[in-house]
């Protein structure tokens, strides 16, 4: 009952046109080099700690159980500059420490007989009506009924949090004026806060301002806020100039079409990121020809960037170029060997060359990648269809199933299981494979009645 719960808060925290969560090597890489020396700093294990990137246009992020940390896209492309992505992981990290993401679900948990039926009332009428306004309608009747019990609770956790991401920041040696950017941001974005601090779940706005301005006051936030746009040496990057790359990247695939007005006249953006925007823009709206021409000036100027060959590849596949795609993947994992995203591209693109030597050797890629990746739902596809081209269909079904089973289609999954049992042997490794998988998802069946 309780997990259900938190899955159906879960689903409600993100709005319904929401897509997917986003994978990408360079977002992900770059965010957890932001996230790295303020996990050391809240004593946490960086290694441990799991980023997940929503495809959501909110200011938003979250943890839950499981040191995992969810961050919204719309708080990385709004964000004025790479401090104040650092000042709200601080703050995440600060609810991680003082255990808050736990006891603010077991809070909820003893008020679930009212939130849980109006929660169940609007996803069903969702459903039925196809409004994606229905469940958060209904749900939110639910949901101030039983705000008011926890309103001082988690404004307490909201303060704590703060102050001790402020500590982390200071002793990881990053800027305090990032997370007054941001809180002005969201002030600026919702007068409500300003009017009505009592129903928030989160403390005024405004005090939290003075609580982050008194804490940064031996900053001069003006002048860090007003440092000149210099443009990028071919040189190693710094986390700043990192991160403005992968704002505009996340603008060139979310929105191509309104893409190239958003980036040219924001001042945050030197030529070449605008440059990098632009490419992405113009090959998500089928100008395959200007995007590519784009992308061969970056690589020019930055040979050993291992993502601008990247996107090329993937440009260059996604629009037959296959050969010339695995020339630039080929290149990118030479540059990162041991990365587990390139890894499962670099196969899509062999086993879509389609001849023997290239299928053997997506299939070694892919279970080398699986090692880092054992949960991702693409290398378990791309799994099913080389070992399915290789005529080892025991192992394709297998594969199959696992996909299934991590789309949350149990009955599909299920069915590939028995499917695959009838070919397989019983004394084989794939079969204690499908029986692993078939009581997992039973297990998880009954725990759900």
Not at 367 to 391: D, F, I, R, T
Request: hydrophobic share 40%; glycine share 4%.
């Amino acid at each position: 009952m309780k997990k259900f719960l938190l899955l159906l808060f879960f689903l409600l925290s993100i709005s319904f046109n929401s897509s997917a969560f986003i994978r990408d090597s360079e977002i992900e890489n770059t965010i957890k080099e932001i996230v790295a020396p303020i996990a050391e700093a809240a004593e946490q294990d960086k290694e441990k700690l799991k980023i997940f990137i929503i495809n959501d246009k909110q200011l938003n992020a979250f943890v839950t159980p499981g040191q995992k940390i969810f961050i919204f896209s719309g708080l990385i492309v709004n964000s004025k500059n790479v401090n104040a992505l650092e000042g709200v992981i601080a703050h995440e990290l600060g609810h991680i420490t003082g255990r808050h993401h736990i006891k603010i679900y077991d809070q909820i948990g003893k008020s679930r007989s009212v939130l849980l039926a109006g929660l169940i009332g609007g996803i069903a009428v969702q459903a039925l009506t196809g409004d994606p306004n229905a469940a958060a309608a209904i749900a939110g009747g639910a949901m101030s009924t039983t705000r008011s019990s926890l309103l001082n609770f988690t404004r307490v956790q909201e303060g704590a949090a703060d102050q001790a991401g402020f500590s982390f920041l200071k002793k990881s040696g990053k800027s305090l004026c990032g997370v007054i950017s941001f809180l002005e941001l969201l002030e600026s974005m919702d007068p409500y806060y300003r009017q009505n601090a009592y129903s928030q779940t989160h403390p005024l706005t405004r005090e939290r301002i003075e609580d982050a301005r008194n804490a940064a006051k031996n900053e001069n936030c003006e002048n860090n806020f007003k440092k000149k746009l210099t443009n990028i040496t071919p040189s190693e990057l710094s986390i700043d100039e990192k991160y403005k790359f992968i704002q505009v990247k996340l603008i060139g695939f979310i929105d191509p079409e309104n893409a190239v007005n958003t980036i040219k006249d924001n001042p945050k953006f030197n030529e070449d990121q605008k440059k990098y925007g632009y490419a992405i823009a113009n090959y998500k709206m089928f100008n395959l020809k200007k995007g590519n021409e784009l992308m061969d000036q970056l690589i020019k100027k930055y040979p050993t960037n291992p993502y601008f060959y990247e996107l090329k590849a993937q440009m260059l596949r996604e629009n037959g170029f296959l050969k010339q795609s695995l020339e630039n993947y080929l290149i990118v994992n030479k540059l990162m060997p041991n990365d587990p995203l390139i890894q499962i591209e670099l196969a899509h693109t062999l086993l879509n060359l389609d001849s023997n030597n290239t299928l053997d050797e997506s299939i070694k890629i892919l279970l080398k990648a699986q090692k880092k990746e054992p949960e991702n739902n693409k290398l378990w596809y791309l799994l099913s269809v080389a070992y399915g081209k290789n005529s080892q269909m025991s192992e394709s079904r297998y594969a199959s199933a696992y996909s299934a089973y991590l789309k949350g289609d149990d009955e599909m999954a299920l069915s590939f299981i028995q499917r695959a049992k009838k070919i397989t042997s019983r004394t084989s490794e794939t079969w204690k494979k499908l029986d692993i998988l078939e009581e997992k998802i039973n297990l998880n069946n009954k725990n759900r009645r």
